[in-house]
């Protein structure tokens, strides 16, 4: 059974705050991801890292920023939040070397973040 | 680039029929292929993968085969039940990055 944590589950928040989303896993996976999910469905990779001082940007910008100073610890911060980041964020995280062979990924359960 | 689609949802079935979520990819080199499965409220779940051509993955009595040929991984089950409802995602695994991409997923609704 996987274990990656979100936390929180849900936040509803002003514009104008900032906030930090928190994902932790207990794996020792060295990959970790942060995906945003429209109210269609459709899943978007933000940002990613493949260690402890490696972050890079996903294929969808984004107004976020993350930092990996741990490996179990993956952070995404909004320094202002608007209401056009109301979504879904789904963290993941996948193995490297032999067990990384097959990239599959992990996810957590989600932070639904509403912005008013 | 590499790419995942799905067909368009939302699929509604009764209980105990069969069910076909189709699923086509364009890839290079020799992905791994897998279909995830979202729960209301939840995050993504793994259902199944295969690794290689030929390959069947299976769980839960859910299978789908990775056909090189048709560039193709179309999820089935023979019988569906009303907790099988969910949105299920195709994906593949970029081989130099190790990244996921997902297509659009389909959801379904089973009805009793």
């Known amino acids: 059974e996987a274990d990656i944590y979100q936390t929180p589950r849900y936040l509803v928040i002003g514009t104008g705050k900032k906030i930090t989303l928190e994902c932790s896993q207990t794996?020792?996976?060295?990959?970790m991801y942060w995906y945003q999910q429209d109210p269609g469905m459709e899943l978007h990779l933000i940002h990613y890292?493949?260690?402890?001082?490696?972050?890079e940007k996903g294929d969808l910008s984004s107004e976020s920023t993350v930092s990996r100073i741990r490996t179990e610890h993956f952070p995404l911060t909004l320094e202002s939040a608007r209401p056009s980041h109301t979504s879904q964020y789904l963290c993941?995280?996948?193995?490297?070397?032999?067990?990384?062979?097959?990239?599959?990924?992990?996810f957590g359960p989600g932070t639904r973040l509403t912005v008013l | 680039g590499n790419s995942v689609t799905q067909m368009e949802g939302p699929v509604t079935l009764s209980e105990e029929a069969f069910l076909t979520i189709n699923c086509t990819y364009t890839?290079?080199?020799?992905?791994?292929l897998f279909w995830y499965v979202q729960y209301p409220g939840e995050g993504l779940q793994l259902l199944l993968k295969?690794?290689?051509?030929?390959d069947k993955g299976s769980n839960k009595g859910f299978e789908a085969t990775y056909r090189k040929e048709t560039t193709s991984f179309h999820l089935e089950k023979g019988s569906v039940q009303v907790s099988d409802s969910a949105v299920y995602f195709c994906?593949?695994?970029?081989?130099?990055?190790?990244?996921?991409?997902f297509g659009q997923g389909t959801t379904l609704q089973v009805k009793p």
């Open positions: 890292s493949y260690g402890v001082n490696s972050t």
């Open positions: 794996m020792g996976h060295d990959k």
């Open positions: 994906a593949l695994s970029e081989s130099n990055t190790g990244k996921l991409i």
């Open positions: 890839a290079t080199g020799y992905p791994s």
């Open positions: 993941a995280s996948s193995p490297s070397g032999l067990a990384g062979a097959i990239n599959e990924q992990f």
């Open positions: 295969a690794t290689k051509a030929d």
